[in-house]
């Protein structure tokens, strides 16, 4: 989940260094990316996880936010929680249930600045075959030439909350935590 809502939070146009007329085409720099979750472990802990593979789109205007989007689909098949029992499980359909639904997908539908470098993007998430609107808070990191590959770059960090049982996942609530809170970071470059 992680990776699909910071992909999101580049789409929201806040101010940058780099002065573009057009909407700009990004692409993600997966390296540099990490989609990751946590969620409430029967009190004890807050138990990380992370999605290691994506892909989407990212249109990004400096000059009007309005017109920037992203459209991002995480193969939900790719979790990852360093425990390989675990991740079977989250892959089951006590969770994820990733023969069925094999991606979840994020569509953004507004953003909104709340600073010079803030701001919330706005986008309809399918996770299980459930659609629910999303809001993620979003930092604009830097927006600079990429030092080795000479075009545009901008990174973010993004975070939000959702609640799974929203999409059906109520397996062992709430001894394993409702509410599911997603942290994004990432880079994207010009294409």
């Known amino acids: 989940m992680k990776k699909l809502f910071l992909v999101a939070a580049v789409a929201l146009g806040l101010s940058t260094s780099l002065a573009q007329a057009d909407p700009v085409q990004y692409a993600f720099d997966k390296d540099h990316t990490s989609i990751v979750f946590h969620v409430n472990h029967m009190g004890f802990s807050n138990f990380q996880g992370e999605f290691q593979e994506f892909d989407g789109s990212l249109t990004f205007d400096a000059d009007q936010p309005k017109n920037s ?15 390989a029992k675990l991740d079977d499980h989250l892959k089951s359909p006590d969770f994820f249930d990733v023969n069925k639904f094999p991606s979840m997908v994020f569509k953004s539908k507004s953003i909104e600045v709340t600073g010079e470098k803030t701001g ?27 030092p080795m590959l000479k075009v545009p770059a901008v990174g973010f960090s993004a975070t939000g909350t959702i609640k799974r049982s929203d999409f059906g996942m109520t397996t062992y609530v709430p001894a394993v935590g409702d509410e599911v809170t997603i942290s994004i970071e990432t880079e994207a470059y010009a294409k």
């Open 69 to 83: 989007a992203v459209n991002v689909k995480i193969n939900v098949n790719s979790v990852d929680a360093d425990v």
């Open 120 to 146: 919330k993007i706005t986008g309809d998430f399918t996770l299980l075959g459930v659609t629910k609107e999303v809001t993620l808070d979003v930092t604009l990191n830097k927006a600079a030439d990429h």
